[in-house]
Every structure is written in C-alpha cells, then in structure tokens.
C-alpha cells in the first residue's frame, strides 16, 4: 500500500507540452479524406497543434520532377506545390499548423537510387546540394506569398529525418550538415524569421555535434530536435557508433523503467538552451507491437509525460491514426500499429488517456509518496477550482505490476465532498479487450465500429470522499479523479 499527500502550497507550470505536435504517416495520406476526419477529431478532442510527416518532397507528391521540353529535347526541372497547398490548406482549416519536415529526396536531383518504405521515399544526398537549396528557398518563398509572412513565421522547418540512421540517410554526417546548411541558408534568406532546427536525429543522437557545426560555420538554429523511443535504451547507454547502431538491428526490448526521462535530461543538457523538441516518441519503436493497443501503452504514456515535464518543450506522439503505410497498410483492426486509434478510427486506451490529460490543469502540485519504489505513481494539478489527480500503474513488460492499494490524505485539501472518477483498465475504455472477445476478426462492419467506439469511450463515477481516499490500482491501469474545491468552507 503506498500513502499520498498533495501540497497545494507548492505550485509549479504544467504546459501541455505533448500536445505541441502529433505526428502521421508521410504527406500523401493527408490527402485522404479518414485521414482528415480522424486528425480534424484528435485536433479537438485531444488539443494537438501542430502535425508532422515524412514524404513532403517524395515523388508521389510530384513537388519537383524532370520534364523533358518536347520542342528543344532538353530536360528541365518543374516545381509544383500544388498538393502541399492542398494539405496545408486542410490543416490551416482545421485550426492546426505545419510542423514541416524538409524531406525526402525529389529523384529528379537525388544522388542515387536508395529508397525506403512502402512507397519509396527516396533518402539519398542531393547530387548537387544546390539544387537542394534551390528547391527548399522556391517552396518557403511559395508558402510565404499564400500563407503570408506572419503565419509562417508561427509554423518550423525541420532538416530531414533521422540521418543517423543508414535506412533513412544514405550520406554520410558531413553529408547532412552540408544539407541543414543549404537549408537553413535558403530559408533565412527567405526570411530571417522563420524557424529552423535539427538534427532530427533517432536516439538523441548528434546534438553537441549539430551545435557546433553550426557554432562553426556561423549558422542559425533555433531548436534542436531528435526521437526517442524506449527501445532505444540498451544502445543509447551503449556509445554504439552508427555502423554498430545499424548492424544491432536498432530496435530491442525495453529493459530499465523511466529510462525515457534520463534521455530527456541529458538531451535539455546537450541542448544549450535551446528550445528541445522531440518530434517522434511512443511507448515501442516496433510496429506491431501489440502494446499499442493496450492499457500498457496508457500506463507508460502517463509517466512517461508527467516524467519529461518541464524539460521537453514539444512532444510529438508517433502516430495519432493507424492510417499508416510504411510497411504498406497492415492487416487488422488491432494490430499493433503506432496510432493512438485504429485505421476506422477506434480510440485506444492511449487515446483516452491523452483526453484525460487534456482536460487536466496547467498548475502542478507537490505530490508526497510513502514509497518511492512503487509502480503506483501520482500527478495531481489545479485546473481553476478543481483539483485533479491522476494515477498510474505501470512497469516495463517483463516485470509486470501487481495491482496496489493507495491512499490520498486530503484533510489539507478544502474541497467538497464528492469527486468524479475516470478509468482506464481491462474493463474501461478498452475496445481492444471488447475486440478480442469477439473473436478478433479481421474485418469488422459499421455498427461492430461503432460498438467499439462506445466501448472505447471515458465513463464518469460519482464518488463520495472524506478525509481520505482508497482507491485500488489495477495493473497498468490508470484512474483519474476530479474534486471541486469548496469555497464556503
């Protein structure tokens, strides 16, 4: 049993730094128009601002292509941003922004023949890097005269995708500071304004090295940017050099609990003061992996972000929708896919548990435990005059949590005597488990969706109060509690 006291007395910020950003599959799903409902939904329901993807400058997008000039034989280049101006139109509509990531390699100036995913996104060097620079300076140009020099200035450019990695960067690290640096210059030319960062990088990998290139050579960056995931934890304390990093296969199991917060801090370190954002994270870099889909995904989301508070300025989840074709569009309704909802929409318990949060507070208050060591952690804020509590059961898979008693001393608390009660376990807002039940099937119809939907959805509970509250933490479970302060007292 582990006891709890909340000190409203020490009061601390709590921004909701992870709703900054969410992240998508590569640009040309924004066309599509489940993929529109579903981020139009997670944009209201759970308050994200900004989206990212891969695959802006990908051939499927036909941003630049050769054509050859049927009266002189000759072949020149055409820009087109037509199906950009498409996408961002829709995510301006929305009430979002671009969090605009510069790649991958238009073939038509591409160095070689490397591609990546399903749909072939080309990441070879520029054969020539001023061509590159000549295409990035033509598409901010662009977004400057439609979207005017005060909006774009609120949106930020991000230098490709984790070049540390040989399947997403087929140059060399000379190779991509050369690329931020023809980047950044055609940007700033552009407008001196706008925001550019990296190095974008897996693993928190390159940071120093970023700083001081550009500290070097006397460029610009106003934010420093990379992933995170914790199966990266074995070869971030391993000192792998990129050949090592590759040839382990990168991904492996999760094997220390918090871990992602030890990045985080030496990553703040690293960035000199500089704005950190991480524009991919999520509880498992394995596609597939079935705790997506679960109340473990929802446990370790919560610690993960109470954790990284008031380190991390931006967090962007890795994905908000299983509309995903990386390894072409997997089979399934759960089938361990990086969304916070499934490919019809169905919410995940990570997903409600992100609408939790988003009803929280920005006001953090001191929370004092008996032990320390428990799996059961607790976060509590004031939102007005509420105070809200949240609690958190969870461990790494391989030593899986038992369920816990705690109890919350509130006699310092004046609040009335009632609170309401949100679960996320086995038995609440879990259509994963409603799913298996029926059978797991492949394909599902309308109303079977909708049922899920239903499932999925947050259910309130009155519950009476006195000088203290005992709850019992399921595993992996998560409870969150609102009580309204009494000011007649």
């Not at 610009?220 to 995931?229: E, K, R």
């Not at 958190?392 to 005597?417: F, H, M, Q, S, T």
């Not at 203290?468 to 998560?478: D, Q």
Request: hydrophobic share 35%.
């Amino acid at each position: 049993m582990t006891d709890y006291k909340i000190n409203p007395e020490k009061i601390t910020p709590f921004p909701h730094y992870w709703e900054m950003c969410v992240a998508s599959c590569h640009a040309y799903t924004a066309l599509r128009e489940d993929y529109r409902e579903q981020l139009t939904r997670a944009h209201k329901e759970l308050g994200f601002r900004y989206i990212r993807f891969h695959g802006l400058f990908d051939d499927d997008m036909c941003v630049l292509v050769k054509k050859t000039d049927k009266h002189t034989g000759k072949e020149n280049l055409v820009y087109n941003f037509v199906n950009i101006d498409n996408i961002y139109d829709f995510i301006l509509r929305i009430g979002m922004k671009p969090f605009i990531e510069l790649a991958f390699m238009p073939s038509a100036i591409a160095r070689g023949e490397q591609t990546l995913f399903h749909y072939k996104a080309n990441v070879t060097p520029p054969a020539d890097v001023r061509e590159w620079g000549k295409l990035v300076g033509k598409f901010v140009h662009h977004l400057l005269e439609r979207y005017g020099r005060e909006e774009v200035r609120s949106w930020y450019f991000e230098v490709w995708n984790e070049p540390n990695l040989k399947a997403f960067w087929g140059g060399t690290k000379e190779d991509y500071f050369d690329l931020y640096e023809a980047s950044v210059n055609a940007i700033k030319e552009a407008d001196s304004q706008l925001k550019v960062g990296g190095p974008a990088t897996s693993c928190n990998m390159w940071i120093p090295d970023m700083l001081e290139f550009c500290k070097k050579k006397n460029l610009p960056i106003d934010f420093v940017s990379t992933h995170q995931y914790p199966t990266d934890d074995p070869l971030w304390k391993s000192g792998m050099n990129l050949e090592d990093f590759r040839k382990a296969g990168f991904v492996t199991k999760v094997n220390e609990r918090g871990i992602l917060k030890k990045m985080v801090m030496k990553a703040k370190q690293e960035a000199d003061g500089l704005p950190l954002f991480y524009t991919e994270w999520n509880v498992s870099a394995v596609l597939g992996d079935q705790c997506h889909d679960t109340t473990y995904a929802s446990s370790m989301m919560a610690k993960i972000l109470a954790d990284n508070d008031s380190y991390v300025d931006g967090y962007s989840h890795w994905t908000f929708s299983d509309i995903f074709e990386e390894g072409s569009q997997f089979p399934g309704v759960f089938h361990g896919g990086f969304g916070l909802m499934t490919y019809g929409g169905i919410p995940k318990p990570s997903y409600r548990l992100m609408e939790l949060l988003h009803r929280m507070g920005e006001e953090r208050l001191e929370v004092i435990s008996s032990d320390e060591n428990s799996t059961v952690e607790m976060l509590a804020v004031k939102s007005g005059k509420k105070i809200q509590v949240m609690l958190y059961n969870y461990d790494i898979a391989e030593e899986a949590p038992g369920e816990e008693e705690v109890v919350i001393d509130i006699r310092n608390l004046k609040v009335k005597k009632n609170a309401v009660v949100y679960r996320i376990d086995e038995q609440h807002s879990n259509a994963y488990e409603l799913w298996k039940s029926m059978g797991s099937p492949e394909y599902i119809k309308k109303e079977d969706v909708e049922k899920l939907c239903r499932e999925s959805e947050l259910r309130l509970e009155n519950m009476e109060i006195g000088e203290e509250i005992r709850l019992t933490v399921l595993p992996y479970a998560v409870i969150m509690m609102e009580m309204e302060e009494d000011t007649d007292e």
